[in-house]
């Protein structure tokens, strides 16, 4: 299926490793010219270097998601520079659990501003891009602890908090042909990631939570930029405001 990104251009934040990697590159596949930030320079260096191996255009910038100037400063320049933009993915994520003040703030100055404040330097771009072509998309990488908990939890509620903002820029900005959507992944496996450093330092835990899953494993981060990528094509056109849920069946909530 062609999903018509070809000569397009995405911006995705923390899109170095992991999810976000595997998203950029993933629009790289598709045609789409990519735009990537994160906090390390040599992997922003190496993930330009790999994407225009693909044969697309690249850009890439060193950003701390928290200092709101330098992201969208960031983003303006990955317009300027790619000549738009019709796709923007909020994948960056402080990736903190807990009910201190400091984890609180840490979700809510990444996770949460980190999206707003992106979609608020992307928007002239998307909404001119959406004006040209009659779709332009707005992502968002949330988790399913965003519906699920057993104690106060900031990175679960930040994560609601993100599906919540999604939903209100959905219904906001569809008049225009500018969508938003959601994508909650479970748990993701790869090396050096959240579950790739469990199963090296605490075997047993990451035992039990695989067993939790009725297909048996984790998704990889292929798996869940397959998702977001397509929800960001012009082929889902017509789909804005929802919250995929990308788990293997892990959660046990009805999604709607």
Known sequence: MDLQLKGKTAVVTGGTRGIGRAIAECF????ANVA???RNADQVAETVKALEAKGVKAFGQVV???DGPALQAFVNKAGETLGGIHVLVSNASALVQGNSETAWKAMFD???MGAVRAFEA???FLEKAA???GDAAFLITSSVSAAETDNPNSYGAMKAAQIHYAKGVARENAPKKLRCNVVSPGTVFFEGGVWGNAKAGAPAFFEQVLKRNPTGRMATPEE???ATVFLASPRSAFTTGINMVVDGAISRRANF
């Open 28 to 31: 790289a596949d598709e045609g």
């Open 122 to 124: 992307a928007k002239p």
């Open 64 to 66: 701390d998601i928290a």
């Open 36 to 38: 990537i930030c994160a």
């Open 224 to 226: 869940i930029a397959a």
């Open 110 to 112: 990444i996770d949460v």
């Open 131 to 133: 004006a040209e072509t």
